[in-house]
């Protein structure tokens, strides 16, 4: 059986705000760890029928494009619903608030510029 394994590195400052994070694949090209600024991970806890989350981002990540982490997180979990389920009716409802969020994220660049 072929095993792959995902990993996450967090570089830490002095009060334990991460500073850094990389993660890594063995599937991978070049199998050498890669930067990113956020990470949000699920898991479902089947004994206890709840979900365990892992919501970390780097101190210097910019708030809009944290925003837009997370509305492109919401929209890549409306076509799960859709694949694992089969359910049109909710991933077209995460799908069109994705598209709220999408319109309220260009009016509020236009309002309030960095």
């Known amino acids: 059986m072929k095993k792959s394994e995902i990993n996450f590195t967090i570089e830490l400052d002095q009060e334990n705000i991460p500073d850094k994070i990389y993660w890594q694949a063995t ?8 930067e990113t600024k956020s990470i949000a991970i699920s898991l479902w806890d089947h004994q206890q029928s709840n979900t365990l989350r892992i919501d970390l981002w780097t101190k210097d990540m910019p708030v809009n494009e944290m925003k837009r982490f997370y509305v492109d997180t919401m929209g890549g979990m409306a076509q799960n619903i859709l ?7 909710m991933s077209k409802e995460l799908n069109d608030l994705c598209d709220k969020f999408v319109e309220y994220l260009r009016k509020d660049s236009v309002d ?3």
């Open 27 to 34: 599937d991978q090209p070049g199998n050498k760890p890669s």
């Open 112 to 114: 309030n510029p960095t």
């Open 83 to 89: 694949n694992a389920t089969g359910d049109k009716f």
